[in-house]
DNA sequence: TTGGCTGCAAAGCTTTTGCAGTGCG
DNA sequence: CGCACTGCAAAAGCTTTGCAGCCAA
């Protein structure tokens, strides 16, 4: 499930691709390529991080055009956006149903595989549940090498 | 769990007092102000709207003062900072482990109290966990009325 | 008394918007 | 060929910071 090998990658750019047509969106050379940086990064990368190190090979790039596209991706359906942390949103080209670890530390943001059954089984008085999603927080491998104490910022 | 009569809100508001004063911190009258005001309301208000409510008793009140004292509160482990959804962050004075409806609609944030043992058994490789976090998508009562379709956000 | 806190204002970061020109379909 | 898209720039929303004066302990 957190599969980002090269024929993956290839996969998911080209489902984009089909996605954007499908729902009447062109693709523009500036959308083939935030298209295909965010299809082969699995670190769910920012709109800031998404445009400079589209920088170097489409010099012409706008931060709108950045905005623009991924606001089109998500509303589409094609990628998600993740608010798990104070910031910036990031984007995740992964649409299978999967949950987010989230260091506290450094703010790194990784897939985590939803093992066993969905628990869609929830239910919430006066309230329509659609998702359920589940958040681990704690430390990345890199910062739980002598990390200071941090209290709980997330309730 | 959902508990927010006067008598919650006095022991909360008295909780916090001794939190500060354990930590160190000063009990200044905008301090007491925003935390009665953050321990009478469920509906885990933004640092503007405490800011706005208050505009009125505390006329001194500064912007800058409620995002120093939330910040303290949150680093003392007496209430949590939610960031669930695109915009400003929530802040909410229930410390108890529960979990958190969000509205696709209208951002509303609801407590929803914990049911059966904790996940806590819960291993993710390379990763340290401190906590798992559920976040139940959806819509509100108020939304769910003829509401217009709308894609997955955050998958 | 004094170090921490407040208020003000300015700056920083993220995201949105308006508009004229461009190019995909 | 037309309309969606792009780039630029300005603005809007959220949060942090610097600093002089004030006050809770």
Redesign the interface.
């Known amino acids: 499930m957190i599969d980002r090998d090269p024929t993956v990658v290839r996969v998911t750019t080209e489902a984009m691709f089909a996605g954007l047509r499908d729902s009447g969106l062109k693709i523009t050379p500036q959308r083939a390529a935030i298209v295909r940086e965010l299809a082969g990064d699995p670190s769910h990368p920012t709109a800031q991080e998404i445009f400079d190190r589209l920088r170097g090979s489409v010099p012409s790039m706008s931060f709108a055009t950045v905005y623009n596209t991924l606001d089109a991706l ?4 094609l990628c ?7 910031g910036a ?1 990031r984007f ?1 080209a ?2 299978h ?2 949950h987010h ?1 989230v ?2 530390q450094c703010g790194m943001v ?1 897939d ?1 595989p939803r093992e066993g059954p969905a ?1 869609l089984a ?1 239910r ?1 008085p ?16 890199e910062c ?1 090498g002598a990390a200071p104490p941090q ?5």
């Open positions: 998500v509303r589409s359906g998600g956006a993740l608010s798990l942390a104070p949103t995740d992964n649409m149903a999967h670890a260091c506290d990784r985590v628990d929830a919430v006066g309230f329509s549940v659609r998702a359920v999603e589940r958040i681990y927080r704690g430390l990345c491998s739980a209290p709980d910022p997330s309730h």
